[in-house]
């Protein structure tokens, strides 16, 4: 079955980076689009960047120029890295994959990982 395992969150103090990781397993990770969603207490799950399989990606506005998202289809993982953080980016991060399954395209989940910024 797929699997979807976050690593790399903490505690950071504002204007620090974090980088997250997302190792899959269960898929075949090099044709399949990969994203991370967070989700701050209150709030609904948004998108935070997301990746193709081709290499094109697309970032939320609150998030360009800070974030970055890219993979390593060698390892199975996905990665976010995150610079210049900020209060307001505290939130649960969620590792999402969209696997293709003949017609059908299924949406997995990792447990997700704490990021905190402290101001």
């Known amino acids: 079955q797929v699997q979807l395992v976050e690593s790399g969150g903490g505690l950071v103090q504002a204007g620090g980076s974090l980088r997250l990781s997302c190792k899959a397993s269960?898929?075949?990770?090099?044709?399949?689009?990969m994203g991370w969603y967070r989700q701050a207490p209150g709030k609904l799950r948004e998108l935070v960047a997301r990746?193709?399989?081709?290499?094109?990606?697309d970032l939320a506005d609150s998030v360009k120029g800070r974030f970055t998202i890219s993979r390593d289809n060698r390892k199975n993982t996905v990665y976010l890295q995150m610079s210049t953080l900020k209060p307001e980016d505290t939130a649960v991060y969620y590792c999402?994959?969209?696997?293709?399954?003949?017609?059908?395209?299924?949406?997995?989940w990792g447990q997700g990982t704490q990021v905190t910024v402290s101001s």
């Open positions: 999402n994959a969209k696997v293709s399954s003949g017609r059908w395209l299924n949406d997995y």
């Open positions: 990746i193709d399989s081709g290499g094109n990606t």
């Open positions: 269960g898929m075949t990770f090099s044709t399949s689009a």
